[in-house]
């Protein structure tokens, strides 16, 4: 049922500070609500801190980033109030909001990534000391890491019972509105946002962009993907041309809505016959991945860095830039390849199927570490997420987690010819090829002469031919986890 919350008059007293964050919505924020309850003005504010906040932002981030704090301001500014933009350090900045309003409560939803999560404990004892209070809750997970456990009281490391755990004992929140009118101080400056210069200029690369950052923009995601997608997403999910997935992933990142909504819309659907009980138990299923990979980097901080099977640490790598560029640039050859990363490269996004297909061909057939792929995608994807993003890039690699085998090799023209029967998604992303027959669109070098002339392709000019055979590229990808296999065992 929604509640919503009315801020009493403010007082004499001092103003409370809310510091967002990974919570950029009024609605379901635990924080917002907490801060409404006391019943004094309140200071919302974003601290740009580029340094302290563990990895800098990739550049499509930036890009979201800057549409989702606008769309915040606006709708604060709809209910008396204004979001307060600083640049900096994070804790200097808040002594500094402290001093000018006197404020001895901030209130935070936590972030729970091990360098975020060790700034928050750092600023809070630290304010602490000095008779501020930092009161922090959970509004951006669907239960807090630590909290879902197994039988030994240890993090779960595999996904199914984690998942049957985290819904069988989570406690679903009241859906809340958010404060009908917010007062703000008046006098307390605030940076513009066109200063922060977080959208591309000299040149603007992100014309194509897709997506409506904001809370607005992801209710209305939420609200089409219920009508048009959910009801055959176990199938449709994987087909690229398609519009079946609920494109919420950078709008649950920077917490524009909450994990809990997502949820609760998806089973609300089935439960009033709309779609399928079952299509919306994989949605929520895959809700529940991005819950699993956020536990497990709050749990194995070392994942960024180091595979979370060891023995993965010792893969012979290939230093390769040139396929490295060919990859990231989609000039592979191999069509669905080419087309995943040049509609990441346009649009900021990637359909979830290709990028399975694009990081198998990376690490195994180019035998390429998968953290060069995990670079390149957090600094492309718009809904960069650190826990999902090395998690499934782990999970890949075979290195993680409940991971793929290693062995599990995508074959890049089956995979194209499955799911892409009819070529639409890779002649949208790779035209040079568009007039070949289907026959031929996922594999254009076995094309007889006379059909590449009749499509106007002259391969390895318009458009390249493969820069590796998938035959050996599996071979080479085999013999390096046998290596791998030969070190860990101990008779060897």
């Known amino acids: ?198 959208h591309p200029k000299r040149p603007d690369w992100s014309a194509e962009f897709e997506g409506e950052p904001g809370e607005a923009g992801a209710l209305a995601a939420l609200s089409h993907f219920l009508k048009s997608g959910l009801g055959g997403y176990g199938a449709g999910r994987d087909i690229p041309s398609r519009a079946a997935t609920s494109r919420l992933s950078a709008a649950l990142h920077w917490g524009e809505i909450s994990p809990w909504r997502a ?11 709309r779609v399928p009980g079952a299509e919306a138990e994989k949605f929520v299923s895959e809700i529940g991945w991005r819950e699993f990979s956020a536990h497990l980097l709050h749990h194995f901080p070392f994942i960024t860095e180091r595979a979370f099977r060891p023995e993965y640490d010792t893969m012979p790598w290939r230093d390769d830039p040139k396929s490295l560029k060919a990859w990231q640039t989609g000039q592979t050859g191999y069509p669905i390849v080419d087309a995943g990363m040049r509609q990441l490269w346009r649009t900021g996004y990637m359909h979830n199927r290709v990028r399975m297909v694009v990081a198998s061909f990376l690490i195994k057939h180019l035998l390429i570490d998968w953290r060069e792929g995990e670079a390149w995608f957090w600094d492309t994807l718009v809904d960069a997420d650190l826990a999902s993003n090395v998690q499934n890039w782990q999970w890949v690699a075979g290195s993680g987690a409940d991971a793929a085998p290693y062995f599990r090799i995508f074959n890049p023209i089956a995979q194209g010819e499955k799911f892409d029967a009819e070529g639409r998604y890779v002649r949208r992303w790779v035209p040079e090829i568009a007039r070949l027959p289907d026959k031929y669109i996922h594999a254009p070098w076995t094309a007889p002469r006379e059909i590449l002339a009749g499509a106007g392709l002259r391969l390895g000019q318009d458009y390249p031919r493969p820069i590796v055979d998938h035959a050996e590229g599996r071979a080479r990808a085999l013999a390096a986890l046998k290596a791998i296999d030969n070190k860990s065992d101990p008779n060897e």
């Open 263 to 273: 949820v609760a819309a998806a089973r609300g659907a089935a439960s009033d016959g």
């Open 1 to 198: 049922m929604e509640r919503p919350r009315v801020t009493t008059k403010p007082s004499d007293e001092t103003p409370v500070i809310l510091w967002f964050r990974r919570d950029l919505r009024l609605a379901d924020n635990p924080a917002l609500n907490n801060a409404a309850d006391t019943g004094r003005a309140i200071v919302p504010v974003y601290i740009l801190d580029e340094a302290g906040d563990g990895r800098p932002l990739g550049a499509a981030s930036k890009w979201w980033l800057d549409k989702s704090l606008r769309a915040l301001d606006a709708a604060l500014q709809q209910r008396g109030s204004r979001l307060i933009l600083r640049r900096g350090d994070s804790e200097s900045e808040l002594r500094r909001l402290i001093d000018e309003t006197g404020a001895t409560t901030v209130f935070m939803n936590r972030r729970f990534e091990p360098d975020a999560w060790a700034q928050d404990a750092e600023i809070a004892h630290s304010l602490k000391d000095d008779g501020v209070e930092c009161r922090g809750t959970n509004g951006t997970l669907l239960a807090r890491p630590g909290s879902v456990l197994n039988g030994s009281s240890q993090p779960y490391r595999v996904f199914t019972p984690f998942h049957k755990a985290l819904m069988a004992q989570a406690e679903v929140p009241t859906h809340t509105l958010g404060p009908r009118a917010i007062s703000t101080p008046d006098h307390l400056s605030s940076d513009s946002i066109d200063d922060w210069g977080l």
